[in-house]
């Protein structure tokens, strides 16, 4: 049975990707992989090596996508490309790692938000990744913070009239606080993972909004909130 629609995942080989790499293609939906490397579930796959240049990565990406897709638009564009980095401002690695968190966070949200300009339905849906904690100070994991936050207002300006995207298009980020991958219970094995957001939940969500199922108002900033077991989407008021 052919594939009814089409997604682009950025990021599709960490741990919340490959869930939704694998939950799309249960549904029978052609997925695109970006990456650092292949996602062998995927119908097609976009592997970055341009890792030093935000222009150079953006059209390399653009090159290879207009490759595989042709004169196809997808129904969903969902940047989950991320990382973390911890330190202040006395860190000795302060500015290493806000670079990195840049780069893993803006780069790839920015370079989705191009993609969708070219490439999305106009009823189609591009999801960002912010995070929680990015809504307040973040002295701890400045970097951090402060890339989120900028997909944050990234976001909203999407969200405004004459953005770029399709005027119907719905683009929103989620605001995880806590996933529950294998990374995360490795290093923190006492925490209470009853707190922690399934990634079978973040997949199912990613794909009602495919279906129009559910679907949050354009611009919004969607905080994950669990509690024993039990996931709530929050709109940032």
């Not at 222009?55 to 090159?63: I, M």
């Not at 957001?197 to 669990?226: H, N």
Request: net charge neutral.
């Amino acid at each position: 049975m052919a594939a009814s629609q089409r997604v682009v995942i950025y990021g599709g080989r960490g741990a919340l990707g490959a869930a939704c790499v694998k939950a799309f293609k249960a549904k029978n939906v052609w997925v695109c992989c970006i990456d650092l490397g292949p996602n062998e579930e995927a119908d097609a796959n976009v592997v970055v090596t341009e890792l030093k240049d935000w222009e150079a990565q953006h059209s390399q990406v653009q090159e290879r996508i207009a490759e595989v897709l042709g004169n196809e638009k997808v129904d969903g564009i969902f940047c989950i490309a991320g990382g973390w980095a911890g330190g202040n401002a006395a860190n000795k690695a302060f500015i290493k790692n806000s670079s990195l968190m840049w780069m893993q966070s803006v780069w790839s949200s920015t370079i989705s938000a191009s993609l969708a300009s070219n490439h999305l339905k106009e009823n189609g849906v591009l999801q960002l990744t912010g995070a929680v904690p990015a809504l307040e100070g973040t002295p701890g994991m400045i970097g951090y913070g402060m890339a989120k936050a900028a997909v944050h207002q990234l976001v909203k300006s999407l969200g405004c009239p004459k953005s770029g995207l399709p005027e119907s298009a719905t683009v929103t980020a989620i605001l995880p606080v806590t996933l529950d991958t294998p990374m995360n219970r490795k290093f923190m094995p006492d925490a209470d993972q009853t707190t922690w957001t399934s990634l079978e939940f973040v997949a199912d969500m990613f794909y009602k909004w495919c279906q129009g199922e559910e679907r949050p108002a354009r611009g919004s900033l969607l905080k994950l909130l669990t509690k024993d077991g039990n996931t709530s989407i929050e709109p940032v008021q």
